[in-house]
């Protein structure tokens, strides 16, 4: 076989899709996609957010709990990450525009690794028109957090007086955006909460739409931010047989650093006490495949939720597992953001003249997570590879593919359960996969089984 073709083949089998889908425990190439917390310290007080339980004041030996990444550490972080393209989230918990550098580091970014993607969620509150400008000019993704559509309700929402302020920043982000003529993605997301669950969902889509057409609007449910938020805990996972639990990809696909360097365990995690590893003492890599990280992805393979809770892992208070946005299609295929779209359905690339060439788009496809790419090329040379080793090889891969969709097919089941149970039963009618105490139990009786692993066979 050819060597190129061995070479993706080995990281292929190291990518974070193989070893979630076929639960490995070994080591994952690298991460589809790094959160770097510019800074933990917010402007706002949303009521939606856990920012009342993050670590402050000092620790035992004296180190601040809030604060600015340093500019040697975040160099230190971008010039670890691998040339492929990915993704990386300029934020994590607390406002990332309040770091003072906050565009030279979105600039540094895009110079040492321009096949990345940039994305950051922000309240716009600090949003003034350099920072706007900036935006456009380096951010692929910016998601705008605005929970309310008058004053009165964006005070409770946020417990901060910023709205006049935060429209008058957007509408000049809007401006631009529309003279430039740019295509980015730029949301306005609202969060349902107490304070805004009195908004049908047509006002918002209206507010917004009529001030800004050429963004997207995005209404979500709570998260209960593994039970750190007053009055959204949930009472109900220790009922939860852990066979009907999805195995989550995170802990294989996304690795999330704090201001001062540490890895932690999940992106939200709003503790940040159980550390996986220290970016200012030690590489990406090693923290990534070393034996914390290994344990964590056991765990979770085995749907061990007992025992990552005693382990000081969040997950079995997560309502993000619940709400199977840790498996939406973006997270499988976060590297470039596409869907999964019907596998039957498929058209050669026209770029590949050989079946070779295809084979190899066939490889990096999956390595990037792009499934249906990499199962439209599997499928071809299956068919017509020039001999019989080729054919062999792709038709494994058009295995492992199909076993994606498999295991995604599950999910849907899982998710189906959640629309139909879940759409009826919660009391924020957006919300439809995050679900109350009073609606779990009747929720849990009818859902079906996690899809069943079947663990291929592999060298690894
Ligand atoms: S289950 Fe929740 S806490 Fe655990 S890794 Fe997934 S998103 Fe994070």
Redesign the pocket.
Same mark, same amino acid.
């Given at each position: 076989m050819d060597t190129k073709i061995e070479e993706l083949v080995s990281r292929a089998k190291k990518s974070a899709l193989f070893a979630w889908s076929n639960q490995t425990d070994g080591e994952v190439e690298f991460p589809n996609a790094v959160y770097i917390c510019p800074t933990n310290v917010c402007n706002n007080r949303c009521i939606t957010c856990a920012i009342d339980k993050m670590r402050k004041g000092k620790d035992a030996e004296g180190n601040p709990q809030r604060g600015i990444m340093k500019w040697e550490l975040f160099e230190k972080i971008v010039n670890e990450l691998p040339e492929a393209p990915r993704r990386v989230y300029l934020y994590k918990t607390g406002e990332a525009l309040l770091h003072p550098r906050f565009i030279d580091m979105m600039a540094y970014l895009k110079e040492k690794r321009p096949d990345y993607e940039v994305a950051l969620n922000t309240n716009a509150a600090r949003m003034n028109t350099t920072i706007a400008d900036g935006l456009l000019d380096y951010a692929d993704y910016v998601g705008i957090s605005i929970f309310a559509i008058d004053r009165e309700h964006y005070k409770m929402a946020h417990r901060r007086d910023y709205f006049d302020l935060v429209l008058k920043n957007v509408d000049y982000l809007h401006s631009e955006y529309v003279r430039r003529k740019e295509t980015k993605k730029i949301f306005i997301y609202m969060v349902r909460c107490e304070a805004n669950k009195h908004y049908a969902d047509e006002e918002v889509f209206d507010f917004f739409s009529k001030r800004y057409p050429a963004f997207n609007i995005s209404i979500n449910g709570l998260f209960n931010f %593994?039970n750190a938020v007053d009055g959204i805990e949930f009472e109900f996972f220790d009922q939860i047989e852990e066979k009907k /639990?999805p195995r989550? !990809? !995170?802990?294989y696909s !996304?690795m999330p650093i704090t201001w001062d360097g540490k890895v932690v $365990? +999940? !992106?939200?995690?709003p503790f940040e006490t159980n550390i996986m590893g220290d970016v200012s003492k030690q590489s990406i890599m090693e923290i990534w495949n070393g034996e914390k990280y290994k344990r %964590?992805r056991k765990l979770?393979s085995d749907a061990n939720?007992a025992q /990552?809770d005693k382990e000081k %892992? /969040? +997950?079995?208070? +997560? $309502?993000? /597992?619940l709400s199977l946005?840790?498996h939406s299609t973006e997270n499988l295929c976060i590297a470039n953001r596409r869907e999964i779209k019907d596998p039957h359905i498929f058209f050669a690339n026209s770029q590949c003249s050989t079946t070779d060439e295809m084979l190899e788009f066939g490889l990096r496809s999956y390595i990037h997570g792009d499934i249906s790419d990499a199962l439209k090329s599997f499928i071809i040379v299956a068919m017509g590879g020039k001999n019989e080793e080729v054919r062999n090889l792709a038709r494994e891969w058009k295995e492992y593919c199909e076993h994606v969709f498999e295991m995604r097919a599950g999910i849907d089941a899982w998710e189906a359960c959640l629309n139909q149970h879940g759409t009826t039963l919660h009391e924020f009618m957006i919300s439809k996969y995050h679900i109350s105490n009073a609606s779990a139990e009747k929720l849990f009786m009818a859902l079906p089984d996690s899809p069943d692993i079947k663990v291929k066979k592999t060298d690894l």
């Open positions: %593994y /639990l989550c !990809i !995170i802990p !996304i $365990s +999940c !992106i939200a995690d %964590y979770m939720f /990552l %892992y /969040l +997950c079995k208070n +997560c $309502s993000w /597992l946005k840790t």
